[in-house]
């Protein structure tokens, strides 16, 4: 088991140094010059020069990404030609903002979907069943920024005037400092991940309650709870950790559009503002830091599916 654990940690390594590389390409194909758009169109071809020169922009691309990758691997993620300071100074609020985000989604989200998974499951066929799927079913067909916008009508401007529709945080203030502004986006985030947890939890917990072991418990005689809990849930956690991962990690790139809608300041605002300043080493980073966070919220998947499924674990030879 142990070897397959560094064995997924290693592949995990390896793709984070090929979106390195895609995300340093992607931002050598960005249209127009970034010491141009820096500096405006008025600014005179010398000091468009020394800019590019100041940023390394003359040197060959290899050569720039070796450096940018060097700096990353020890903790120096660049410098952000547009504040004029370190990159991780200008994330390092924002990367706390963003993670209180993910971290309240979460801790919502995931006991909500499988209680609701599960209790649509142990009701299969009845008319709650059925209007649970139906609900979940609609919810997952709707973009974040369409939740976003029907729960600001209904809570914030045209129904109900009880939540803020934006984020206003002084300078040098936390977000965290007015609770209530962290309501509306943390339920956008939330009706957006509930659903499709919801759907597999019951799909898969409905697979085990009618599988043959299943049906020997019950014909042993023991509780219908028992028979739940003890038989049926373990075989439900790894695929179900699988795709509660997904949706965790599409937290970090789908927080983009919900930051944007809000007005959050968190890495997802940064990165619009990055992009629109052609602030190349911001873009990086944040990417990079999105990408690093999907691949370790697959890793610890994976882990959980081990850990949980003796059939992988026995595959693996059982032991450390």
């Known amino acids: 088991m142990t070897k397959m654990i ?46 590019t020169e100041q940023l390394g922009l003359d040197r060959p691309a290899w050569e720039r990404y070796l450096s940018w990758l060097g700096g990353v691997v020890t903790g120096d993620l660049g410098f952000s030609a547009a504040t004029q300071g370190p990159v991780s100074e200008l994330l390092g609020g924002r990367i ?13 989200s995931t006991p ?7 209790w649509a499951a142990t009701r299969r066929g009845t008319r709650t069943d ?28 045209s129904v109900l005037q009880i939540l803020p529709s934006v984020t206003i945080a002084r300078p040098g203030e936390p977000v965290w400092a007015r609770p209530e502004q962290l309501v509306l986006p943390v339920l956008t985030l939330a009706l957006v991940v509930i659903p499709y947890v ?20 019950r014909l042993k005689g023991l509780p219908e709870r028992t028979v739940l809990v003890r038989h049926a849930v373990p075989h439900t956690i790894g695929p179900v950790a699988q795709v509660l ?18 007005r959050y300041p968190g890495i997802g605002q ?39 499924d003796p059939r992988i674990r026995h595959a693996s030879g059982g032991g450390a």
């Open 6 to 51: 560094l064995k997924r940690l290693l592949v995990s390594l390896l793709v984070l140094l090929v979106v390195s590389l895609l995300i340093f390409a992607a931002t050598l194909l960005l249209p127009g010059d970034p010491a141009r758009a820096i500096l405006g169109q008025q600014a005179t071809p010398e000091r468009v020069a020394a800019l």
């Open 96 to 108: 706390a903002a963003s993670a209180l985000l993910l971290v309240l989604t979460a801790l919502i």
């Open 112 to 118: 909500v979907a499988l209680a609701l998974g599960a």
């Open 130 to 157: 059925s209007m649970l799927s139906g609900s979940s079913l609609v919810l997952a067909a709707l973009p974040e920024f369409v939740i976003g916008v029907l729960l600001v009508v209904l809570f914030a401007t």
């Open 198 to 217: 919801v759907r597999m939890t019951r799909a898969t917990l409905s697979e085990a309650l009618d599988a043959g072991f299943v049906e020997m418990a």
């Open 245 to 262: 991962a997904l949706q965790l990690a599409w937290l970090a790139g789908g927080v983009v559009v919900v930051e944007f809608l809000f």
């Open 270 to 308: 940064a990165l619009i503002d990055a992009v629109a300043n052609r602030d190349v080493q911001v873009v990086q980073a944040i990417t990079l830091i999105i990408a690093a966070f999907y691949v370790l919220v697959n890793l610890a998947a994976d882990v959980a599916g081990i850990l949980a």
